[in-house]
């Protein structure tokens, strides 16, 4: 079982361009997250999905969005990325259950440089 | 709304030091607490959580977290780390209904060195 893969591992990105991070789980979890993670500021949650066809806005939404078209993937665009969204970038899931907890599951990340 | 404060941003030990890396938490609601450990370029991986019962929660690599309501604090320790213990470690939040996102604190640095 691969657990959560996030593409690509790294990315160098020119400002203004469009990029999509890729996120896919193998776990069927109902729930996924996105969040960015910047020193000294931990991780921040930009966008989630508590299941396919619905996603929702976390604390730093403003530059990104999602789509949750199927159940396994979650992809985070930036339409016109700005050096402030130099960060990297987590993909996570969980299973919501009835009493609302699920454990979340990390992707490995993805490391996003905006020149 | 949650929050969570990370009281230290590094913590630097010797090896076989004991070690507690705190945490203290702000909720209106009743809440799961989490600590989580991110070990050099990886993702994070669940250490410990508290849902109810035993306020007192252990890892399987000898951490251990007191979930204590008064002082709404889940300060992590250990007795005795490990230079492979080196990592950085959140510590979250989230309130028991389902859907609530996940709060995470800003992490403390643990540098074990010998």
């Known amino acids: 079982i691969a657990g959560i893969t996030q593409a690509p591992t790294s990315q160098i990105l020119a400002a203004g361009r469009r990029m999509t991070l890729r996120c896919t789980q193998d776990?069927?979890?109902?729930?996924m997250y996105w969040y960015r993670q910047d020193l000294g500021l931990g991780l921040r949650l930009i966008h989630y999905?508590?299941?396919?066809?619905?996603?929702g806005k976390g604390e730093v939404p403003d530059g990104y969005s999602v789509s949750r078209a199927n159940t396994d993937d979650f992809p985070l665009t930036l339409a016109s990325a700005v050096p402030s969204q130099t960060s990297v970038y987590f993909c996570?899931?969980?299973?919501?259950?009835?009493?609302?907890?699920?454990?979340?599951?990390f992707g490995p990340g993805t490391r996003l440089t905006v020149t | 709304a949650q929050s969570v404060t990370q009281l230290d941003s590094q913590v630097p030990v010797f090896e076989e030091a004991p070690v507690e890396l705190r945490c203290n938490y702000s909720?209106?609601?009743?809440?799961?607490l989490f600590w989580y450990v991110q070990y050099p370029n990886q993702g994070l991986q669940l250490l410990l959580k508290?849902?109810?019962?035993?306020?007192l929660v252990e890892s399987i690599n000898g951490f251990e977290a007191e979930f204590n309501k008064s002082q709404t604090s889940f300060h992590l320790r250990k007795p005795s780390v490990h230079i492979s213990d080196t990592a950085e470690y959140f510590c979250?939040?989230?309130?028991?209904?389902?859907?609530?996102?996940?709060?995470f604190g800003k992490g403390t640095t643990l540098s074990v060195s010998s």
């Open positions: 996570a899931s969980s299973e919501l259950r009835r009493q609302g907890f699920g454990e979340q599951y």
């Open positions: 776990m069927r979890h109902n729930a």
């Open positions: 999905s508590n299941t396919a066809g619905t996603t």
């Open positions: 909720s209106s609601v009743s809440v799961y």
């Open positions: 508290y849902l109810s019962g035993s306020t």
């Open positions: 979250a939040v989230r309130g028991i209904q389902a859907g609530t996102a996940l709060i």
